[in-house]
T-cell receptor, first 114, second 113 residues
Framework: AQSVAQPEDQVNVAEGNPLTVKCTYS??????LFWYVQYPNRGLQFLLK??????LVKGSYGFEAEFNKSQTSFHLKKPSALVSDSALYFC????????????FGSGTKLNVKP | EPEVTQTPSHQVTQMGQEVILRCVPI?????FYWYRQILGQKVEFLVS????????KSEIFDDQFSVERPDGSNFTLKIRSTKLEDSAMYFC???????????FGSGTRLTVV
């Protein structure tokens, strides 16, 4: 079965500092990994994905994520956090072997303080 | 860029009433999905639909839920007799086959009072 884990319910970081939001995965077969962001009372906004290729994936709004096969991790990073980055972040894995459904992590609330 | 459109964006209904949430998937997509997110919690898979039938459903998707593709463009989720605990954000999604495009709608917030 496919699953993702986000070990931190909340991450606090000061504006201008680097941020990391952690995600580990468990999949059978090749992982198709995603990050989504959700602002309050809004829908899911796609940030980036890893399917194949370079382990460092660049996405929207200056975010990037590093795929690490040996550690089964796909941590989201940004070199310099903005207050406007404060939101709920979801890691997800897509299971293309069986009707293509997504498995989402429990979410990590990112708080960026001025 | 093509979008998955969901209507309404917010619906308030009384407990026990029937609601229909509507979605217009991307036109060349073949798979359709509903997901649910209770406020502040993770997004959970409800059901997938392919070739005019349910292909998979979760344990959440009990007899009070049903899905339909009434015409060539709409995909609906019906909740027959709503309960307070059905209050959530409901996301529709559609996808191509394999590792092709997969798009989520912006969601319908359902509030049961």
């Amino acid at each position: 079965a496919q699953s993702v884990a986000q070990p931190e319910d909340q991450v606090n970081v000061a504006e201008g500092n680097p941020l990391t939001v952690k995600c580990t995965y468990s999949v059978s077969g090749n992982p198709y990994l995603f990050w989504y962001v959700q602002y309050p009372n809004r829908g899911l906004q796609f940030l980036l994905k890893y399917i194949t290729g370079d382990n460092l994936v660049k996405g929207s709004y200056g975010f990037e994520a590093e795929f690490n096969k040996s550690q089964t991790s796909f941590h989201l990073k940004k070199p310099s956090a903005l207050v406007s980055d404060s939101a709920l972040y979801f890691c997800a894995v897509r299971d293309i072997s069986y009707f293509n459904k997504f498995y989402f992590g429990s979410g990590t609330k990112l708080n960026v303080k001025p | 860029e093509p979008e998955v459109t969901q209507t309404p964006s917010h619906q308030v209904t009384q407990m026990g009433q029937e609601v229909i949430l509507r979605c217009v998937p991307i036109s060349n997509h073949l798979y359709f999905y509903w997901y649910r997110q209770i406020l502040g919690q993770k997004v959970e898979f409800l059901v997938s639909f392919y070739n005019n039938e349910i292909s998979e459903k979760s344990e959440i998707f009990d007899d009070q839920f049903s899905v339909e593709r009434p015409d060539g463009s709409n995909f609906t989720l019906k909740i027959r007799s709503t309960k307070l605990e059905d209050s959530a954000m409901y996301f529709c999604a559609s996808s191509e086959t394999g590792a092709g495009g997969y798009t989520f709608g912006s969601g319908t917030r359902l509030t049961v009072v």
